[in-house]
């Protein structure tokens, strides 16, 4: 018998329309299919055409519709009245609030644009943001990257030209072992997971590196538990194995790398230690069919990998031997390493072995010939299935530089670098240094400045330094301190200009940075130096103008908000002048737009950007007469080109057929919405491995604009210009480093991979690692406001491993003093067995200050949830010397998160999470008691 | 379980309403006119109430209704039929005692045999119900019955018959909470049959899948300390079971009599809260409990 | 109504990997979009930023930690939602007839409009898959998005559940697990699927996929032989091979 059922319509109508756009709940850019009913956003899904997520979208992406209507949107522009920390505002109208900016904006361009510090944070537009600096001539511009992942950026592009993070990825569909190290869920996470479910599809194996075990790392086959901050040491240890064991691939180094690149071994000359180079400057190897030097490009030169030559009494040996010598120093054996890294040595050695047996015994071959920059045809293009990944767990330490370097050799003597298999770049990657800018810092009134402000020092030349060998900028980027920051140094800001340091600014200008609370390290501190006033009262850091989207904890402390739109109420290019959406196969860009219109009265923060350059009339912005080139920030995506034929946008333009280069096409955003928000050039078959030597790839790269001209180049095992940090420590050269960073400059700044802990200032007594990773439901501080995500996280407990656990007694509700040397915070606490028995961690930006987000003050993020950031200062302890280093990487500047160590003892339970503070007024009121709606097309609403 | 004051109010009521109604319709009391009204408003009063209590917790009342449809099945929609019969059944024979002062037997026997029936009906709402096994035991119902008619035979003034089945509730109540706490286990479902990750090892949770609270936490996942359920245990046991008995046994006045099923009410609310509050639903298990 | 039908023409369900799931919660959220938008009342949230939010999932994931005797402790994150039992104890325990398990594909729905909300269907459900909306008062439950797998609004290839559809990692599958030959069923049977708490005797049909053995390779790879140890007997090694080039 069947049983009577109800009747259902199956097919109901989905949606009126779907608008395709880009998401912005974190920073991997997705395509979003947004359903809209009755012209409000309905439903929001993954485009399956997208080249990022083909289809499949995260939590926070499909919880997209809770952020546009989110309660702590802001509405208007805001005009400070109470004291700054406050939270009292007035609002103004815009024409009040763009008067009042070109009044503090425009005298500081006219008499000394560096006292305007304008940085930025989640900034998806930075070559635009970057370009209105530089247009208004102040040298002190940087986004986020000094606190995010630049020692990584620059080790990658230093040694290989493309670095990890979201610019290049595992060639997902033939590798057969991947490695991941220290990767969070928080960048480049929906391809990041697409690819490890395709790698566990095809039975491939995952070894996940990480002291914790979530995420990625729960589904690892193995598991390495490493002790933070010595996974450059594991890594060392690998790379002795492999090279005792003769594992390293000698064809790929001696061809594609500066292995075989002869260095000049005299001692305490000028030119120790750099590379014997011809008269076109070309770098010299043995051929070894001549025995005899040769430039390493020359046509048919077979590069010796053991080259050694004698010129005039001096010694030049290959980077290959030097490398050698370093990588089989004693301290870098497996058994020398072991208990420092908390991973037994029989398990280091049989990781290598699984390595060099997939990378050697499972190498494979695609039948597709290419041709290398030297003219050579290869028949068919050798792939080594292993392929690796790190993030954050290497980034945020002080040896990070060094650990990445470390990691992209052992890629590299793998030979595992753009082949099949391995780690391949996406474009505009690779690209040397040598195609990247060098930093620029000159500032003049009443002009632009002089060029881009950040790019990659080639040697102390380059430094961003004033004639009195002071730093130039406002952050300390390019100086001694931390020679080689490309990102520049926002966490070190407002730190700087609080205490004058290098000298006071006038006006801070910030974007989408919640410099407040969770983006600063030192957090109460920051506070009070955005709050501290001289001894006439005034406040130390005069102005504060601050554009956001949403109600967060930096709002109360500035004197003038720009209220942002939300990501679906604006333009947007995600373009390749910037960090574009590329696959390792193919060129991408994509655009948003307004997909719905804004219900308040706020506006695109480039297109106000554009509106104060045109009211200052800056140049790049105006004509000769002063004219505006460029209404708001959708017809500068359009209309800007950075060089005659190259905007912002690659997709669509000329008359639409073109690509990459081509002339301002005034249709073209309505092509990329057509086109779905987006726009792909897949790279040819032939061309799309071995890229930084294979010649279809030079001229594919070269056609879409990329270069003006092919620039094929050897990876740097050896990093030259680093050498040249270290000649001028030693004495020579013009620009000398201050005495007391000389020697730090020497031991670390050093042109082969090495080693050092990361905690090298560490008091003894607080022993235990505590980290902090990012869920995967949530990004930074802005999961709390959407009222789906924060019912998965809302507060977040200090996860602690079994034996720290046990030796406390701890039971499940208790709670913690953690202290640092710095501070002290009291939590939750919560039992996690897969943790490294050394470490303690939680979720990051869980916590949250009362009156923030538009939550209530009994919100379990202001009364549970916490910070670490209360731990971490910028500075590290004063040293024996009185001198307090920044708690950095001493080669890159990155702030070093992970570096913290505390102690622990169990407490009572207090009231709140300490230290707690006052709740700040809220701009935005409070959320509504009840969510209860859909969208119907009959206009019934719940 | 959460112990929800509707399903208690619910449990209870209708039980000693119920149990009150099978003696009258056996004829005991043989009561007819004004203090058959007076039985009859105290009986409808719970059995009613009861009923409606247990409506509280609906959350769509107005497909009440409907719960009436599916008695091939459900035993939530026997219950309502059954109710319903007994009641009606009942009300014929009270007219026929208030306002005739006739005692019709064979409906009186009828509407006993419904009244019992229905609170059989509604023990097995419970019983039946393997995702709780304290509640899952051939005890159950018989719980419900014998403390539903001595609660009647109190109410019925049928000392005699109340004191030995009173003490009969007690032993089976003493037999149920004994048998209640080894269901659990014996039923079998650990975290490990829930998650199947058995086979590697003994599981826990690690984290929640939301760190706030949710509907089935609220309803399903009640922690009552051990201590303090054998505190109440020893409570409900002495004011429903051993009071009244003792009261029964000193004397016959209606003081002692009323007495007796006060503390036999409140007794037996303890016992319900107990019920729910102890009752642990295997779902728990997903969420880190037991 | 709530009389099971004997047997259905189809067992539509899920097959969750457990070993691929690496607990994003991206089904989770996909599921309350869709779900507050499509079939039946939207999915409330009750004091949605206050201290104490309360909303309706019809779909969460949970984690675990199981520690082996010989390796370190594993978290599993295992995502759970209405399995579609055979033998659904929540459609025969429901008074009003509103649950019942559809005669042609298996899916176990709620008729909104015959609900009362008495909640018994969640009190006799072993796996917590159905949870009551605190503002419409009637019960949700996951439907296997049986608005979208047949629906002709929808391309083809996106007549799937949300939560598959969306899934990143690709540890969610949806198929028909009556049809021995179907890829899930295929995948079941490869990976060894299970049933969750068989014991309760529901026959569920979505299955689960177990972890794979983890932490093996000290066991199972030995130590690379060297060649040299020695900076100058490696080169010497280096020199030897490049003539073999």
């Given at each position: 018998m069947i049983p009577r059922q109800p009747q259902i319509d199956t097919s109901p109508p989905v949606s009126d329309e779907i608008r395709k756009t880009t998401c912005y709940m974190c920073a991997c850019r997705c395509g979003i299919n947004v359903h809209m009913k009755d012209g409000e956003v309905a439903y929001i899904e993954g485009n399956r055409d997208h080249p990022v997520n083909r289809g499949v979208l995260c939590a926070k992406g499909s919880a997209g519709i809770m952020q546009v209507t989110a309660p702590s949107r802001l509405r208007a522009p805001l005009k400070r009245t109470g004291p700054r920390g406050s939270g009292e505002f007035q609002e103004i109208s815009w024409e009040e609030a763009l008067e009042t900016a070109v009044q503090w904006l425009e005298p500081i361009r006219k008499s000394n644009p560096e006292k305007l510090a304008f940085f930025t944070g989640r900034d998806q537009s930075q070559s635009f943001t970057s370009f209105w600096a530089q247009n208004f001539g102040t040298q002190n511009y940087a986004a986020h990257g000094g606190f995010c992942s630049v020692n990584m950026a620059a080790a990658g592009i230093y040694t290989m030209g493309g670095a990890f993070w979201e610019f290049g990825q595992p060639d997902w569909e033939h590798t057969k072992l991947f490695m991941l190290f220290g990767v969070a869920e928080d960048h480049d996470s929906n391809p990041i997971k697409m690819g490890i479910g395709r790698l566990k599809e095809r039975g491939a194996k995952v070894i996940g590196v990480n002291p914790i075990r979530t995420g990625y790392n729960a589904v690892a086959?193995?598991?390495?538990?490493?002790?933070?901050?010595?996974d450059g040491l594991f890594v060392m240890a690998l790379i002795q194995e492999l090279l005792k064991a003769g594992k390293i691939d000698l064809a790929y180094l001696s061809q594609f790398t500066n292995a075989p690149v002869l260095v000049d071994c005299s001692e305490g000359q000028a030119t120790s230690g750099l590379f014997l180079r011809d008269e076109a400057g070309k770098a010299l190897v043995i051929d070894r069919a001549t025995g005899k030097p040769a430039p390493f490009d020359q046509k048919g030169v077979k590069p010796d990998l053991n080259g050694r030559l004698e010129r005039d009494g001096t010694v030049y040996r290959s980077v290959f031997q030097l490398l050698v010598e370093r990588c089989l120093e004693p301290h870098y054996a497996a058994d020398a390493v072991a208990e420092r890294c908390g991973v037994p040595a029989d398990r280091i050695r049989a990781i290598a072995a699984e390595i060099a047996r997939v990378a050697f015994e499972e190498a494979f071959s695609l039948p597709v010939a290419w041709t290398d920059f030297r003219g050579q045809t290869h028949a068919e293009m050798v792939g080594r299935p292993v392929s690796f990944h790190a993030m954050r767990g290497i980034s945020a330490h002080a040896n990070g530089f060094q650990t990445c370097r470390a990691l992209h050799i052992l890629q590299i003597l793998l030979g595992t670098v753009e082949v099949p298999g391995g780690f391949r770049f996406k474009p505009p990657y690779p690209k040397p240094v040598e195609a990247h800018p060098t930093p620029h810092s000159k500032s003049l009134p009443d002009r632009p400045l002089d060029g881009p402000h950040l790019g990659f020092p080639r040697g102390p030349e380059d430094l961003a330094l004033r004639d009195d060998g002071t730093p130039a900028r406002i952050d300390k980027a390019f100086s001694w301190e931390n020679p080689m920051s490309v990102h520049g140094l926002m966490h070190m800001v407002i730190a700087n200009a609080h205490a004058g340091d290098p000298y006071h600014v006038d006006t801070l200008f910030l974007y989408m940075a919640n410099m407040a609370w969770?983006?600063?390290?030192?957090t109460a501190g920051v506070m009070e130096m955005l709050t501290d006033t001289d001894e006439n009262g005034d406040y130390v850091i005069p102005r504060i103008l601050y554009s956001d989207a949403y109600s967060s904890e930096m709002i109360a402390y500035a004197d003038l908000i720009l209220p942002d739109t939300t990501y679906l109420e604006r333009h947007d290019c995600i373009s390749l002048l910037d960090r574009p959406i590329c696959e390792a196969e193919a060129a991408a860009d994509a655009i948003r737009w307004p997909v719905i219109e804004p219900d308040r009265d706020v506006r695109g923060f480039q297109s106000v950007l554009i509106d104060l350059a045109n009211r200052m009339k800056l140049p790049g912005f105006t004509d000769e007469d002063g004219n505006a080139k460029y209404t708001d920030y959708a017809d500068y995506i359009v209309k800007h080109e950075r060089k005659p034929g190259i905007g912002p946008l690659a997709g669509f333009r000329g008359n639409g057929s073109e690509t990459g280069r081509g002339a301002p096409n005034p249709q073209q955003l309505d092509r990329y919405i057509e086109n779905g928000g987006f726009f792909v050039a897949h790279i040819p078959q032939g061309a799309d491995y071995y890229k930084p030597w294979n010649a279809a790839y030079q001229d594919w790269a070269v056609g879409l604009g990329l270069f003006d001209a092919p620039q094929p180049y050897l990876f740097q095992l050896y990093v030259e210009p680093m050498r040249k940090f270290q000649l001028a420590a030693e004495g020579h050269g013009d620009r000398q480093p201050p005495d007391h960073l000389r020697e730090r400059i020497k031991a670390r700044i050093d042109p082969l991979p090495l080693w050092y802990p990361a905690h090298a200032e560490a008091d003894d007594s607080y022993s235990i690692h505590a980290l902090t990773q990012r869920p995967m439901a949530m990004y930074h501080s802005w999961g709390s406001q959407n009222a789906w995500l924060r019912q998965i996280h809302g507060v977040n407990p200090l996860y602690l491993p079994t034996a720290l656990w046990r030796e406390h007694g701890f039971e499940d509700g208790d709670w913690a003093r953690v202290t640092s040397p710095h501070g002290e915070i009291t939590v939750p606490v919560a039992h996690h067995g897969g943790l490294n028995a050394e470490t303690v961690w939680t979720w990051n930006a869980i916590g949250k200050r009362k009156g923030a987000w538009a939550l209530s003050d009994d919100a379990p993020e202001a009364t549970k949830g916490f910070l670490l950031n209360h731990l971490i200062h910028e500075l590290l302890p004063e040293r024996a010397d009185g001198l307090r280093w920044a708690n950095s990487d001493p080669i890159t500047g990155q702030a070093a998160w992970f570096d913290l160590k505390v102690r622990i003892e169990k407490v009572a339970p207090p009231a709140e999470a300490q230290p707690a503070f006052g709740p700040l007024k809220s701009v935005v009121g409070e959320g509504p008691p009840i969510l209860s709606r859909h969208t119907h097309a009959n206009g019934s609403r719940r | 379980m959460h112990p929800a004051p509707s399903v208690i109010l619910f449990t209870t009521l209708s039980g000693l309403g119920f149990g009150l109604l099978a003696f009258l319709g056996i004829g005991q009391p043989p009561v007819t006119g004004w203090v058959a009204f007076v039985f009859y408003v105290i009986a409808y009063g719970l059995a009613v109430g009861g009923l409606l209590a247990s409506t509280f917790h609906l959350g769509n009342r107005k497909n009440a209704i409907k719960a009436f449809s599916q008695w091939r099945t459900s035993w939530l929609s026997r219950e309502a039929w059954l109710s319903v019969f007994a009641l009606v059944a009942m009300g014929l024979y009270a007219a026929g005692a208030v306002f005739g002062s006739v005692l019709i037997a064979p409906i009186g026997i009828i509407g006993a045999a419904l009244s019992v029936a229905t609170v059989y009906s509604t023990s097995m709402i419970y019983a039946q119900l393997k995702t709780v096994p304290r509640w899952n035991q051939p005890l159950t119902p018989v719980l419900f019955l014998s403390l539903s008619l001595a609660g009647g035979a109190m109410l019925a003034a049928a000392t005699m018959v109340a004191i030995p089945l009173l003490v009969l509730a007690g032993v089976i109540q003493l037999a149920w909470w004994w048998q209640g706490d080894r269901r659990f286990g014996e039923a079998g479902s650990t975290l490990a049959t829930a998650t199947g990750l058995g086979a590697i090892g003994t599981p826990r949770q690690f984290e929640p899948p939301h760190t706030g609270t949710n509907y089935l936490m609220k309803e399903m996942v009640f922690v009552v300390g051990r201590k303090h359920a054998r505190k109440l245990r020893t409570i409900a046991f002495a004011a429903m079971i051993v009071f009244p008995v003792l009261m029964l046994l000193v004397s016959g006045g209606h003081l002692a009599a009323g007495l007796a099923i006060l503390s036999h009410l409140a007794g037996t609310l303890i016992s319900r809260w107990l019920y729910f509050a102890e009752a642990e639903h295997v779902v728990g298990l997903y969420y880190g409990a037991r | 109504m709530t009389a099971l039908p004997e047997t259905t023409d189809k067992k539509l369900g899920l097959v969750i990997d457990l070993d691929t799931c690496v607990g994003c919660h991206a089904c989770v959220v996909a599921c309350k979009g869709w779900n507050t938008e499509n079939y039946g009342a939207p999915l409330s949230d009750v004091d949605p930023y206050g201290g104490d939010p309360v909303g309706s999932f019809l779909n969460r994931v949970h984690s675990y930690e199981v520690e082996p005797k010989d390796g370190p402790a594993q978290v599993v994150h295992f995502p759970k939602s209405c399995l579609h039992c055979e033998d659904a104890p929540c459609v025969t325990v429901c008074p009003t007839g509103a649950s019942y398990k559809r005669a042609e594909d298996g899916i176990v729905l709620v008729d909104e409009s015959a609900c009362m909300g008495c909640g018994l269907c969640a009190w006799a459900c072993p796996y917590g898959a159905r949870e009551m909306d605190q503002v419409a008062g009637i019960m949700k439950k996951c439907t296997l998005c049986v608005d979208r797998i047949y629906n002709e609004n929808l391309e083809e290839v996106d007549r799937v559940p949300a939560c598959v559809r969306t899934c990143p990692a690709g540890a969610r599958h949806f198929g028909d697990l009556g049809d021995p030959d179907s890829d899930v069923s295929k995948l079941v049977a490869a990976r060894g699927g299970i049933d969750l708490m068989p014991e309760q005797g529901t026959k569920p049909v979505n299955k689960y996929l177990p972890p794979r053995i983890k932490d093996r390779i000290s066991r199972t790879q030995a130590a690379l032989e060297p060649v040299a140890d020695t900076p100058t007997g490696l080169l010497g090694w280096v020199d030897r091979a490049l003539e073999k080039l």
């Open positions: 086959d193995e598991w390495v538990g490493i002790t933070p901050g010595t969770n983006s600063s390290m030192n | - | -």
